[in-house]
């Protein structure tokens, strides 16, 4: 079974600033996939990056990066020039792919504050 | 383009009473379908998927059910709820028989009295 691990339950970053949330993996797999989902105070669930494994090159969305090493099995999310909106709970989440259906495994999530 | 529409949003219910919540998704086909829970301050968690009509996969065992009556349409179930029940449920869906991550409704949220 797969297991994901955020250790930081909260952070703080100013306006403009940039802050990287960290999250680390254990899987026996080979192939797979990860995320980073956004939960802010509305509750919804959105996607902000995904990452395949068998892919080197870190993905990047606008101001959303990650830092993806797949040996130390280690997958952190920068945000860079943090906005008021950036505020809510990140979760990090793996995918197994079954042929069938995805499976995502989420870690506990990282609540983000972005301050003034 | 894709949407998905969980319903209700808010839900207080007494203990012992039956639950239903829906999800359902428009503008595709054969998605395959998630129920997920999210207690206070934690991740989520799977109970149940479905990858076609009538075919449910269980997760965790509990006191819930699913079902998947049709293609697009996925029914969270109780007939006798717990304290324990209380919670974020939020419903997903993914493209069938491929990788792409899965997207999520608003949620539902339910509180046992």
């Known amino acids: 079974a797969q297991t994901v691990t955020q250790s930081q339950p909260e952070m703080s970053v100013q306006e403009a600033e940039t802050v990287t949330l960290s999250c680390t993996y254990d899987?026996?797999?080979?192939?797979?996939?990860l995320f980073w989902y956004k939960q802010p105070p509305s509750r919804q669930m959105i996607l902000v990056i995904r990452?395949?494994?068998?892919?080197?090159q870190n993905a990047t969305e606008n101001r959303f990066s990650v830092n993806f090493q797949k040996a130390a099995k280690s997958f952190s999310l920068k945000i860079s020039d943090s906005q008021l909106g950036d505020t809510a709970m990140y979760f990090c989440?793996?995918?197994?792919?079954?042929?069938?259906?995805?499976?995502?495994?989420f870690g506990t999530g990282t609540r983000l504050q972005v301050t003034l | 383009s894709q949407t998905i529409h969980q319903w209700p949003a808010t839900l207080v219910q007494p203990v012992g009473s039956p639950l239903s919540l829906e999800c359902t998704v428009e503008?595709?086909?054969?998605?395959?379908l998630y129920w997920y829970r999210q207690a206070a301050g934690r991740g989520l968690q799977l109970l149940f998927y479905?990858?076609?009509?009538?075919?449910i996969s269980s997760e965790v065992p509990q006191n819930l059910s699913a079902s998947r009556p049709q293609d697009r349409q996925f029914i969270l179930s109780s007939k006798k709820l717990l304290l324990s029940d209380s919670g974020f449920y939020l419903c997903?869906?993914?493209?069938?028989?491929?990788?792409?991550?899965?997207?999520f409704g608003d949620g539902t949220r339910l509180s046992i009295l």
């Open positions: 997903a869906w993914s493209p069938g028989i491929s990788n792409q991550p899965q997207h």
């Open positions: 899987t026996s797999e080979n192939n797979y996939y």
């Open positions: 990452q395949e494994a068998y892919k080197q």
């Open positions: 989440a793996f995918m197994s792919y079954t042929g069938t259906a995805s499976k995502l495994t």
């Open positions: 503008g595709t086909s054969n998605p395959n």
């Open positions: 479905s990858v076609g009509i009538g075919q």
